[in-house]
């Protein structure tokens, strides 16, 4: 509507009000996740509920997955749960470089939290 323009795409044509209420939750989740340095298991919680709305919303954006997982990372650091640093470090890695590829900062260091064994 503000755009100055009819958007036609799949998501504004099917008009789905549930969707609309997933994408909005997306967002305030996104908000919300910011203010969990204190309840890292919440803000967990969190990020895994955003990629599975992303996925349920067929969202493709690796640059929006990368922050999730990076927020992930980080909060699984503050936890301390080796496991959990790792796979949020290996979700982070994959989706920083598809989206920014092999060569980019973060992808090289996301890789290297990877590697790591504790």
């Not at 509507?1 to 969707?19: L, M, Q």
């Not at 929006?64 to 990076?70: D, P, R, S, V």
């Not at 927020?71 to 890695?93: C, I, K, N, P, R």
Request: proline fraction near 3%; charge should be negative.
């Amino acid at each position: 509507e503000g755009f100055r323009f009819d958007c036609r795409c799949p998501v504004c044509v099917a008009a789905d009000p549930k969707s609309d209420q997933r994408r909005e939750l997306l967002t305030k989740l996104g908000e919300d996740i910011l203010t969990c340095r204190d309840s890292p298991e919440k803000g967990l919680r969190m990020a895994e509920q955003m990629l599975e709305l992303m996925q349920e919303e067929k969202i493709s954006a690796p640059r929006t997955a990368a922050q999730i997982c990076n927020d992930g990372f980080e909060l699984a650091l503050l936890m301390g749960d080796t496991s959990d640093v790792q796979h949020w470090a290996h979700m982070s890695y994959e989706a920083h470089r598809l989206g920014w590829g092999q060569a980019h900062e973060m992808t090289r260091r996301m890789r290297h939290y990877t590697d790591r064994k504790s």
